[in-house]
T-cell receptor, first 113, second 111 residues
């Protein structure tokens, strides 16, 4: 099955700087890559996703890039703010008809004011 | 507002007791999922259901059971056979075409 690895496990950044989280996946058949943000005591929320037919997608201060050849995708957060502090999960899905997502183990992002 | 409701938010049980976690969605999604979250372990799939009256085991189904009698409801029972039941449980739903919508979880503590 799909194996998703996420690095680094913890990331501290100064407010206003950029943060980058990288994930690698193992199954070349994976074609959908969402990112989730989880705040303390809440469920994860989808913040951005990308499909394998595009290489980059942006939504205001966040962007995701995908390198299918290298089998990795990254989340980029620019101009970080304290409310960006959370755990971020990447995931990958192959279209085998069961729509199962394989998740990374999460990355704790701390934005220092 | 459409969404997923998990109840209760906190649940305490004695060892040896079965306990059922509730999950209701009003998003009209066909697929529903149960995940378990432990510190440093990410999200692990327990069971999922793509349609009413049908469900499949995920990666860690042992000691759990589910039912899907209605489209909007997907309750999870943590049985006494689950060796380490204390965890944060997340329910999710999807249209099957993309990302998951999660509830805000139930934190189960078994002593």
């Amino acid at each position: 099955g799909e194996n998703v690895e996420q690095h680094p496990s913890t990331l501290s950044v100064q407010e206003g700087d950029s943060a980058v989280i990288k994930c690698t996946y193992s199954d070349s058949a994976s074609n959908y890559f969402p990112w989730y943000k989880q705040e303390l005591g809440k469920g994860p929320q989808l913040i951005i996703d990308i499909r394998s037919n595009v290489g980059e997608k942006k939504d205001q201060r966040i962007a995701v890039t995908l390198n299918k050849t290298a089998k990795h995708f990254s989340l980029h957060i620019t101009e970080t703010q304290p409310e960006d502090s959370a755990v971020y999960f990447c995931a990958a899905q192959a279209n085998y008809g069961n729509n199962r997502l394989a998740f990374g183990k999460g990355n704790q992002v701390v934005v220092i004011p | 507002d459409g969404g997923i409701t998990q109840s209760p938010k906190y649940l305490f049980r004695k060892e040896g007791q079965n306990v059922t976690l509730s999950c209701e969605q009003n998003l009209n999604h066909d697929a529903m999922y149960w995940y378990r979250q432990d510190p440093g372990q990410g999200l692990r799939l327990i069971y999922y259901s793509q349609i009413v009256n049908d469900f499949q085991k995920g990666d860690i189904a042992e000691g759990y059971s589910v039912s899907r009698e209605k489209k909007e409801s997907f309750p999870l029972t943590v049985t006494s056979a689950q060796k380490n039941p204390t965890a944060f449980y997340l329910c999710a739903s999807s249209t099957g075409l993309g990302g998951l919508h999660f509830g805000n979880g139930t934190r189960l503590t078994v002593t």
